[in-house]
């Protein structure tokens, strides 16, 4: 089974902040690999799919790269309701998995 | 609007089974694969499963530490997702919810997510 490593597993950062969460898979798994962010006591909520494309609604200072193994959510200008917990989702074939999780707090 | 609402979540005894209900709106549920994720509390996401439309025979596909105890079925008549669990262990204990499957070009995504259903392993 593909795994899926997340870093850092959480991180500190003011408003205006640039920040970059990354996430390694295991072997090659293409561009097939989505960013969700979720909030305390709420569902997640899909921000980019197929590695770089943005989800309909998304602010656009989100932004994703990489293919292969290495990928990279960026945010440009962190925002008050950008605080929040971010996973990445791989699904180049079954089972799928998440990263750990990146927990963004206030600095 | 497109809304997927989870029910069925209760305390449930180790070695017990529960059965979790999905069901969907807004959008024609048959043309969908779907899947089922749970997030332990305080923990990370976890992927529990899949079942592929009629099209592709309702196939499924489960996580290893779910597999031969959980079954994913749906019912397009009623727009209605399962999760049957059987054999239920404490490391079940999760809020778990449904996700309708998108695709495009190879690649899938979960868009959108109902709001979660609370099942609870203890004795």
């Known amino acids: 089974a593909i795994q899926m490593t997340q870093s850092p597993s959480s991180l500190s950062a003011s408003v205006g902040d640039r920040v970059t969460i990354t996430c390694r898979a295991s072997?090659?798994?293409?561009?097939?690999l989505g960013w969700y962010q979720q909030k305390p006591g709420k569902a997640p909520q899909l921000l980019i799919y197929?590695?770089?494309t943005l989800h309909g609604g998304v602010p656009s200072r989100f932004s994703g790269s990489g293919s292969g193994t290495d990928f990279t959510l960026t945010i440009s200008s962190l925002q008050p309701e950008d605080f929040a917990t971010y996973y990445c989702?791989?699904?180049?074939?079954?089972?799928?998995?998440f990263g750990g999780g990146t927990k963004v707090e206030i600095k | 609007e497109v809304q997927l609402v989870e029910s069925g979540g209760a305390l449930v005894q180790p070695g017990g089974s529960l059965r979790l209900s999905c069901v969907a709106s807004?959008?024609?549920?048959?043309?969908?694969?779907m899947d089922w994720v749970r997030q332990a509390p305080g923990k990370g996401l976890e992927w529990v499963g899949r079942?592929?439309?009629?099209?592709?025979?309702?196939?499924?596909e489960y996580a290893a530490s779910v597999k031969g105890r959980f079954t994913i079925s749906r019912d397009d008549s009623k727009n209605s997702l399962y999760l049957q669990m059987n054999s239920l262990r404490i490391e079940d204990t999760a809020v778990y919810y449904c996700?309708?499957?998108?695709?495009?070009?190879?690649?899938?995504?979960?868009?959108?997510w109902g709001q979660g259903t609370l099942v609870t392993v203890s004795s």
């Open positions: 197929a590695a770089s």
């Open positions: 989702l791989h699904d180049n074939n079954y089972p799928l998995a």
């Open positions: 072997q090659g798994i293409k561009n097939d």
């Open positions: 807004g959008f024609t549920f048959s043309d969908y694969f």
């Open positions: 079942v592929r439309k009629k099209a592709n025979s309702y196939t499924t």
């Open positions: 996700a309708r499957v998108r695709s495009t070009d190879g690649s899938d995504w979960l868009d959108p």
